[in-house]
């Protein structure tokens, strides 16, 4: 199959990513893809390694130009987010010929408006098929769509001794609410016994969170950017994820590939991933204090961290991995390419 992945976007977070990883996993599955948007410098040498073409995109009308003049070449257009959802439509109009485009949502949100229009008013109707990445994610779009839940590659364990550190990995935006994991590691008090915060990844909120850690008298390493970050998971006692409205939660399925025991906060897509397992690995969303009791316990309990790192392994090996997104993301471009033809 020839699919063309399309993202508005000159960065790199999940959804880049999200986009990253299956196109790269389709190549080796035989297909012949391209990618439009995402950071070129993080995209570009996974993607050439696996012979995936690569366009820059930093706005639609970059989106609109890219795709247009590969209408013809390729089987579907798989396109990541509203702007690049828009640029796919405003690129393949006119033409009964076109290929389709399969949108997936990667937010609990339906798409929004310009001005007073709801943007699926528009562009509804040209989009073939969605896909949402978890259930969360389809019951909150307002459309119909197809659960294909996102996978990781598998990872072997590399014998690392684990440390004492709660690790948290993110963008530093509001959204994320590293605010409320510093919060939880700070009334959890396990610094007293050795324990350490590290927080990886950068954004607008990191002099407020470093301003909050200090308050709160956290040593807290800030890392910043991480190109290691599964190192880091491999190496970390606990993984602590406190977004209370993820889609899915790429990180916290890269951590339980790594074996790592996981708390986050019970919403979103994190419900999902991680329910029916030991029930710490859940907390009420945005209580600081709930966050450190299953962390407190945790800590105490050894046996039962080691449990909860082979069993969040076992989850994401079985449920969630990049083969099964790849074959559950075909069979939904096959059926649009079918409704296409008839």
Partial sequence: MR???????????????????????????????????GDPKRMRPALDAAGVAHTPAVTTA??????RPLRER?????????????????????GRSRPPIVSTR??????????????????GNRIDAEISISRAVAEAIGRPSTVVHSGVENV?????????????????????????GIRAFASSRLADSGWTLDIA???????????????????ARFLGVRTDVPSLMQRAGVFLAPCTVEGLGL?????????????AADAGGHTEILDGLDPRALYEAEDPDAAARSLISLVADEPG????GAAVRERQRTEFSIAAQAAGTEAVYRAAIERRHH
């Fill in 3 to 37: 699919v063309l992945h399309a993202i508005r976007s000159d960065g790199f977070a999940g959804v880049e990513r999200y986009a990253l990883s299956l196109a790269v996993a389709q190549a080796a599955r035989g297909d012949e893809v391209h990618v439009i948007g």
């Fill in 62 to 67: 970059d989106v609109t130009r890219a795709v």
């Fill in 74 to 94: 390729f089987d579907v257009v798989n396109s990541h987010m509203t702007a690049a959802d828009l640029g796919a439509v405003l690129a393949l109009r006119g």
């Fill in 106 to 123: 990667h937010f609990t949100s339906p798409r929004g408006t310009i001005g007073p229009i709801r943007i699926d008013a528009l562009i």
């Fill in 156 to 180: 072997e364990d590399a014998g690392v001794s684990r440390q004492r550190i709660v690790l948290m990995a993110q963008r530093l935006e509001v959204e994320k609410r590293t605010d409320l």
């Fill in 201 to 219: 990844g950068d954004g607008a909120q990191r002099v407020r969170l470093e301003a909050l850690a200090a308050e709160l008298g956290v040593s």
């Fill in 251 to 263: 990180a916290v399925l890269e951590a339980m590939a790594s074996g790592t025991p996981v708390v």
């Fill in 305 to 308: 961290r080691a449990a909860l």
